[in-house]
């Protein structure tokens, strides 16, 4: 105990990362963790095997969003693309993003044909003009959502990608759905700090390596229908399987 | 990114609520992790369910060295209790020892009739009384050496509470065997801090809990053999499955 502690780990594509080790490691479960900090120290782990699920694995609420997709799609936050593969197996046009450059380069090498590195205020002019009818937002990334403030400025930026009449298919987390006082006191927390509740600080880590931390919002239903209350989509559809659900907004 | 990163995990009996959570969701493999943070920031997790494993399910070097227990047993970091109730129910006094509160509770809940929360040093005189023929020190639990001055202090303990010709059975990784850039830099990093190589300072994390930093010994047996030239103890067997191995300490 007596020699100082070292710096803390390197900041980098620690999500990428996982990924590519767990598609190095052949995709099966049980070899890589992704593992998630919050800014208060909670560590939360998933298997990174979660994120190449063959379509017939995806959990019930994944079919029944599935089962909603029409025309061009945006995947946003694709991840290691098995959303992606799937709707380009139908026969769809598919634009895989992702700001992790290495989850990219594995939706490449797992052949998915349209992928751009960047957020939805990069895509690039020629996948504007694409303007997509399905908005998918799956793996609880209505997260990218993060804030109040930034579900605005992204709902105003899908709707400048869409089609009239397009559709986001998105996947959350009730943030409330707990007894665990380590949740509810950042709850608290939050909210004396003017955040949202489940508005949550994380980054992604994996062996000496960790992302930047950013915001990453669990809502509620009803929050998110205040969320969108001032812009062109509106909760369309809504299925759940507690703690989590599936939403379909659409464009007005 | 705007607001401050906030304070880091609480401090606490970790490793004994990872123990705990995994005996109350049943003690099978997928339900909690204990997740291991090095003081460099590298973290890697395994499953807690390795804690609990039956003695069928022992790897083969714990049971090579199962094959050697003879007389009153000494489990050090006993954990939950996988060798101090084999070696109980082979009808054997053992001694389960363990600094952490929680494990120790997950032991005596198991059946182990004779728990003791501390370490060697402060086993007490009726434990020491019992004067043990086998020392266990499984599970890396060589790591417990932590360094080469602790290393001489614990050895000179052990040689206290045991019977003459009493063995050290323990477990050990092998630092060396890898090509991971990050552990590679951290050996070059203890070399110039006059540390050994493999002295790893970790600590271990459960949601928004941590234990203190503290150090754990990786080493060959090379040296080991140099740990335990000026103590009464001398290195007689040693068994490999590389990158682990285990080892017969002899009292000589």
Redesign the interface.
């Known amino acids: 105990?007596d020699?100082d502690?070292?710096?803390?780990?390197?900041i980098g594509d620690a999500f990428g990362a996982i990924l590519m080790a767990c598609l190095e490691a052949g995709t099966e479960p049980g070899r890589v963790?992704e593992?998630v900090e919050?800014?208060?120290?909670?560590?939360?782990?998933q298997d990174a095997a979660n994120y190449f699920l063959p379509y017939e694995r995806w959990d019930r609420l994944d079919h029944w969003l599935a089962g909603r997709v029409v025309g061009r799609v945006l995947d946003v936050g694709s991840g290691a693309g098995r959303a992606a593969l799937r709707f380009q197996e139908e026969g769809r046009k598919v634009t895989a993003l992702d700001i992790s450059p290495l989850a990219c380069e594995v939706c490449r090498r797992r052949g998915v044909d349209d992928v751009v590195k960047g957020t939805v205020f990069e895509l690039p002019s020629s996948a504007v003009g694409l303007s997509y009818d399905t908005v998918l937002m799956l793996g609880n990334n209505l997260g990218l959502l993060e804030s109040r403030r930034h579900a605005r400025v992204l709902l105003e930026a899908l709707d400048f990608v869409t089609q009239p009449g397009a559709s986001i298919l998105g996947r959350g987390v009730d943030p409330y759905i707990t007894d665990?006082p380590?949740h509810l006191g950042y709850h608290r927390?939050n909210r004396v700090?003017g955040?949202m509740g489940g508005q949550i600080?994380i980054r992604v880590?994996?062996?000496?390596m960790?992302t930047?931390?950013?915001?990453y919002l669990f809502a509620t239903a009803d929050e998110l229908r205040s969320l969108v209350a001032k812009t062109r989509w509106v909760l369309d559809e809504y299925e759940v399987d507690e703690p989590t659900y599936a939403v379909v907004f659409k464009k007005r």
Do not use: C, K, W
């Open positions: 105990m020699v502690t070292r710096e803390g780990p390197r963790r593992i919050r800014d208060d120290g909670y560590l939360d782990s665990n380590a927390r700090l955040r600080r880590r994996h062996q000496d960790a930047p931390y950013f915001d």
